[in-house]
């Protein structure tokens, strides 16, 4: 049983593989920052639950700031 979900998991990955290669530059520019977007509302989430009584702009600095963080750590 385990060897065929890897063999599932191995197949769906490499169907992905393929859609992305088929992609234009133009649709993987607009996945990427769909993708950003979509990373960003999550981050905001759990940055609310984290600081409840923070203001939509509090809540926006703190997302700039940890995205700043991110950028730093990862040159």
Do not use: N
């Not at 490499?14 to 993987?28: I, P, T, W």
């Amino acid at each position: 049983m385990d060897s065929r979900i890897a063999d599932d998991a191995r197949f769906a990955l490499l169907a992905k593989v393929r859609q992305a290669r088929r992609m234009s530059a133009r649709a993987k520019l607009l996945a990427g920052f769909e993708l950003f977007e979509e990373a960003c509302a999550w981050s905001l989430a759990g940055i609310a639950a984290q600081h409840p009584d923070a203001s939509e702009s509090e809540k926006r600095r703190e997302l700039q700031r940890r995205l700043e963080l991110a950028d730093r750590l990862t040159r």
